[in-house]
Structures are given as C-alpha cells and as structure tokens.
C-alpha cells in the first residue's frame, strides 16, 4: 500500500539549533516532493520544492534533500526561531499533477 | 504570488440543512482544484479532484452525492455537504492548481460545525 510517514508527529528543538524533519515514501514514484507549512486553521502554504533529478535545495534557512533510492526527503530549519513553530507537511507530486500529503510533523521552536 | 480565496472561514449550522462553501482563484486559472478535509491534529485527507468543466473525481470512501463539488469555471469550484449532520463537523480546505505550476495554492478553510 502507498504511505507517506513524517517522522514524529511532534518535535521540539531549542532556538537557534536546527531542526531536522524526514518524510519517508513507499510505493510512490513522484515528480516531485514539496514541503508546505501549516498554522493552525489556516490552509498550508508552500515553502520548497524539490525535483526528483534533484538532491537538494535551498532556500533562505530552509535546506530539501531528496534521495529516491531512499525513498526519503530531509527538511532542515537552520537557525530556527519562535516564529518557526507549526506544523510542516511534505507533499508527492506525480506526473498526473495528483498531490499526497504526508501525516505531517509539529514543530515547538523553544525560546 | 497566487491567491486562492474560501469561503466563509467559518461556518455553524443545524443538522440536515446543506453548506456551501466556493473557492475562487484570484489571479490564475485553476485547471485543477482539489478538495481536502482535515480533522484535529491530522494530516489533509484528499475527499476529491475537480478539473473545469469536467466531473469530479472522488476518493475512495468518499459519497460525491453527499459531497457535490461543481468546477464550472476555471476560477470557481465549490464544495456543498448536502443533508449535514455532525459528524461531518471538520475543517474543509480548497487548492488549486493551474498550467505551468508546479504547487498548489491553499484556501484559507472552512471549519464546518454540525450541530
């Protein structure tokens, strides 16, 4: 069966460090993989995304790598802050322009 | 960048009357939208798939005469939970994606409650 599993469902990091969150895919061949953020009760917004030709992108404190051997993506925060703190999802994209979602992954940027 | 606006945000109704909600594409022409429905703490739960002009392809487990989505034009789609009851209390969200993107701009949701 097809899954998309993110690591924890939550995770707490101290200002400053960087967070680390994984997306873990079976059963997928996507075209590509994108990260969204989500505040609580608002819609996602997107923040990266990653081809599947590509290993990694960059983008201001945000850092995607993408290994499909693997069949796993890393999203890093480097320098995090309060601010940081929601909930992260990661996306597959396949070439049928269809979108899944990942459980998603909480995060607490303590001060 | 690209504005997908929902609505309303909010909604309280009383069980058995039937709920609209639109979402419109601002500034591009949404050849696909995508609705979702999200319970607390959980991830997004794909409930259907609209292309202009064309049935919605529904999920599995998901009733298209309860949930009826119309995308008669290439900014507009709506979601109607006909006949509600509370348990289809839950947050609705709307996304849409157009020619040439390669990521989907999110509705703002609509939290449904079904008293």
């Known amino acids: 069966s097809q899954k998309i599993e993110q690591n924890s469902e939550a995770l707490n990091i101290q200002e400053g460090k960087t967070a680390t969150l994984t997306c873990n895919y079976t059963?997928?061949?996507?075209?590509?993989l994108q990260w969204y953020r989500q505040d609580p009760g608002r819609g996602p917004v997107f923040l990266l995304l990653?081809?599947?030709?590509?290993k990694e992108k960059r983008k201001e404190r945000l850092k995607v790598t993408f290994d499909t051997t693997l069949k796993q993506s890393l999203f890093h925060i480097t320098a995090s802050q309060p601010a940081d703190s929601a909930t992260y999802l990661c996306?597959?994209?396949?070439?049928?322009?269809?979108?899944?979602f990942g459980t998603g992954t909480s995060l607490t940027v303590i001060p | 960048g690209a504005v997908v606006s929902q609505h309303p945000s909010r909604v309280i109704c009383k069980s058995g009357t039937s709920v609209k909600i639109e979402c419109r594409s601002l500034?591009?022409?949404?050849?696909?939208m995508f609705w979702y429905r999200q319970f607390p703490k959980q991830s997004l739960m794909l409930m259907a798939t609209?292309?202009?002009?064309?049935?919605?392809?529904?999920e599995q487990g998901v009733e298209k005469d309860k949930f009826l989505i119309n995308h008669a034009s290439l900014t507009l789609s709506t979601l109607t939970v006909t006949s509600a009851h509370p348990e289809d209390s839950s947050f609705y969200i709307c996304?849409?994606?157009?020619?040439?993107?390669?990521?989907?701009?999110f509705g703002s949701g609509t939290q449904l409650s079904v008293l």
């Open positions: 059963n997928y061949s996507p075209a590509y």
């Open positions: 609209s292309n202009e002009g064309s049935k919605a392809t529904y």
């Open positions: 996304s849409a994606f157009g020619r040439g993107n390669e990521k989907l701009f």
């Open positions: 500034d591009f022409q949404a050849t696909t």
């Open positions: 996306a597959l994209m396949n070439t049928g322009n269809q979108f899944y």
């Open positions: 990653i081809r599947e030709n590509e």
